[in-house]
């Protein structure tokens, strides 16, 4: 077949290969020409078409050339006059036509059909009904056939018997047996077209549809003439064609052209079709704005007198070179429509040429994109104003795709603009040494949707630290993560602050402690000394007043018990009386008495622990919120303090039995956890907190440790 491959796929948007294998099954000679064009020049001609006409050049010479031409002068009025009658979408008419073939002119029966399939396309299609004879020799698969009213005797070829898939011995040679076989509404169609032929010419000529022997529908073409003597009919004859492939491939047609139709529609696209000898624009009829348009843009002149300044130069050279290049041609461009308003089109033309190469015109569609345009530009301001807004804040703001590239970013960070940044991924703005956890942290947050907070260090060598807390959260639209939104907060200042705090509070602590030690202890040791001075001579001269003393003493010793108690308080570790060990210890003796459960303390310590007082006062700090922690949450019977100490590193691990903490890892619920951490992070050390087997929790710190001076 040849046929037009363009507007094949225009027409039908289906497989190439498909239609052609249809289309060429068709027996009768069949072509299809563009009714909307004057000469009508045929796109579509089935491989039975090129056959009958016996094209002396290519088989592609029919395409293109004029349906009139393969018509005698009477037959072309003929067919213009059912053109210029048929105003619906499909028009139908079954005329005899007198057809130019090689052997000279044949007048044939012809089926006539207009078709709209697409907006603005309007097909014509003729079909050529070959006599019977014609037909059995042009096909193997046309069976003859012959009833004798006299006997009800059917005899049918052997064409017939494989179309009805049954051997001659399985079906009953008879009129009624085959009438069987029709489908309800086909076996009305059959008796009102034997009617009409035993009123008319004896003729008939009709499609049913038929039950198989083995259960499967077939559509057939019956053609035949019955034979008159006295005006009753003695005698019928005739052939049956299958026709199953043409009628799978006119409803492939009408499928598709109602898909076309429907799409254009939901699309807001316009069809549209310009002729270059009277600069003719015309727009296919729709639901939407097609007559607006064919009113504003009667003529390509018109439309383009009506391209916006900035797009028209570029509009007229794609125009053109779709003529020079013979390829199809794209592009976006604004037209003043009515009220003076600029709307936004996207618009695809293909040109069209005749049978010499010469252009016809062009066809093509457009789409209103005005709608996207203006959203395009409203993104485009939002993003504008978040930008000048965000770029004034002390965070850096920064969007994440699911892929963890930046999106987003409201000014430059790591010394990197934002042009620098955007699109790359996130691993850019991390240091080195966080990269490969924060990362996994992001992908878990994308799973689970769980916020994550963390910090890092970006100082470089010999400036000093540079901190950055961070926090993390999921983007969600209808519910699907689409992205992460991450906040980057520099917190130097406040850790230098929140050191200072803390080194204040321990030099107050201190200096509190030594004032209770070094005074008022020592004060009320010497006021315990003058009572029991006291005491002693009132013994001697008046006994009975010695146990009143006694009691004031007692109270005094105690007294000055509380006043050492506050001040191990406040100076839990000091060097000189043991130093960190001694200090964990007396913690476990307090802690089993005070909260009632097993406390021990182990360590194991070489060569020495080198650690200053303030650090080591940390660890301290550490242990006795651990020891709180688990009183109040865990409900253990048993807690270990353990402290190993090697040459250049040391370990503190607090473990209990009790109920365990959930999701320890991430937990930073707790202030207590909060300042523990941070402790940690005073002396250089790790902190974890781990879940133990089978219960309970590990709280664990881990470092490394000064090298002790070396002895001159």
């Not at 001579?537 to 003393?549: C, G, I, N, T, W």
Request: hydrophobic share 40%; glycine share 8%; proline share 4%.
């Amino acid at each position: 077949m040849a046929t037009s491959p363009g507007y094949i796929r225009l027409a039908t948007s289906a497989p190439r290969s498909l239609f052609e294998t249809a289309f060429d099954a068709i027996w009768d000679p069949v072509v299809g020409g563009v009714a909307r064009l004057a000469h009508v020049p045929i796109v579509l001609a089935n491989a039975a078409a090129h056959l009958e006409f016996e094209r002396e050049t290519t088989e592609d010479s029919l395409i293109e050339s004029s349906v009139y031409a393969l018509l005698a002068p009477e037959s072309v009025s003929t067919v213009q006059s059912v053109l210029e009658g048929s105003s619906d979408a499909v028009a139908r008419a079954r005329t005899a036509l007198s057809w130019r073939f090689a052997a000279g002119i044949r007048g044939l029966p012809t089926e006539i059909q207009c078709l709209e399939c697409a907006p603005g396309q309007r097909l014509l299609m003729l079909t050529l009904r070959l006599p019977v004879g014609e037909m059995a020799e042009a096909s193997a698969g046309l069976g003859n056939w012959e009833y004798r009213f006299d006997g009800d005797k059917l005899t049918l070829a052997p064409e017939i018997h494989r179309l009805l898939a049954v051997g001659p011995d399985r079906l009953i040679p008879t009129l009624c047996a085959v009438r069987d076989l029709c489908q309800p509404e086909s076996l009305q169609r059959f008796e009102s077209a034997y009617a009409r032929a035993l009123e008319v010419d004896g003729r008939f000529d009709l499609e049913l549809e038929l039950h198989t022997l083995t259960h499967q529908r077939r559509w057939v073409r019956l053609v035949g003439q019955v034979e008159l003597r006295d005006g009753r009919p003695i005698r019928a004859w005739g052939s049956l064609q299958d026709i199953q492939a043409e009628k799978a491939a006119r409803f492939a047609l009408e499928t598709n052209v109602r898909w076309l139709r429907q799409s254009m529609a939901m699309s807001c696209t316009h069809a549209w079709r310009w002729y270059k000898a009277n600069d003719a624009l015309e727009f296919a009829p729709d639901e939407h704005r097609s007559d607006e348009l064919s009113a504003l843009f009667p003529s390509l002149e018109k439309l383009l007198t009506r391209v916006h300044p900035r797009d028209r130069t570029r509009v007229g050279r794609l125009l053109d070179s779709a003529f020079s290049e013979r390829r199809e041609v794209q592009d976006e461009f604004r037209l003043k429509m009515q009220g003076g308003r600029y709307r936004w089109f996207d618009s695809r033309a293909r040109p069209f040429f005749d049978a010499a190469g010469e252009p016809l015109g062009l066809i093509g569609v457009a789409q209103d994109i005005t709608e996207r345009h203006e959203s395009q530009a409203r993104v485009r301001e939002s993003e504008a104003l978040l930008q000048t807004t965000t770029a004034n804040t002390a965070d850096t703001l920064v969007l994440l795709g699911v892929d963890l590239k930046v999106r987003f970013v409201n000014k430059g960070f790591r010394g990197l603009s934002v042009e620098q940044i955007l699109g790359r991924d996130v691993g850019i703005l991390l240091p080195e040494s966080a990269r490969l956890v924060v990362v996994d942290r992001l992908r878990w947050l994308l799973k689970t949707g769980e916020e994550a907070i963390f910090e890092f260090d970006l100082g470089a060598e010999g400036t000093g630290p540079r901190y950055f807390e961070n926090r993390a959260v999921l983007v969600k639209d209808a519910r699907i993560g689409t992205g992460i939104s991450l906040t980057l907060s520099e917190i130097t200042d406040r850790k230098r602050l929140e050191k200072e705090i803390l080194d204040v509070s321990s030099r107050e602590r201190h200096s509190i402690g030594r004032d209770l030690h070094d005074g008022l202890g020592q004060e009320l040791t010497g006021v315990a000394l003058m009572l029991r001075g006291l005491a002693m001579r009132l013994r001697r001269q008046a006994p009975e007043s010695v146990v009143y003393v006694d009691e004031v003493v007692a109270l005094v010793n105690q007294s000055i018990e509380t006043t050492r108690s506050l001040a191990r308080g406040l100076l839990p570790v000091c060097t000189k009386s043991g130093g960190l060990p001694f200090a964990l210890e007396e913690l476990a003796s307090r802690s089993r008495i005070r909260y009632g459960f097993d406390v021990r303390f182990r360590a194991e310590i070489w060569p020495a622990l080198t650690l200053s007082e303030r650090d080591a006062s940390h660890l301290y700090r550490i242990a006795q919120e651990a020891l709180t922690n688990a009183a109040r949450h865990a409900k253990p019977t048993s807690v270990e303090i353990f402290l190993l100490v090697t040459h250049s590193t040391f370990l503190l691990s607090i473990s209990d039995d009790g109920v365990g903490i959930c999701n320890a890892a991430g937990s930073d619920a707790g202030m207590g956890l909060k300042i523990m951490r941070y402790r940690a992070s005073m002396v250089g050390a790790k902190f974890d907190i781990l879940q133990q087997s089978p219960c309970g929790t590990v709280i664990r710190v881990h470092g490394e440790q000064p090298l002790p001076p070396i002895a001159l």
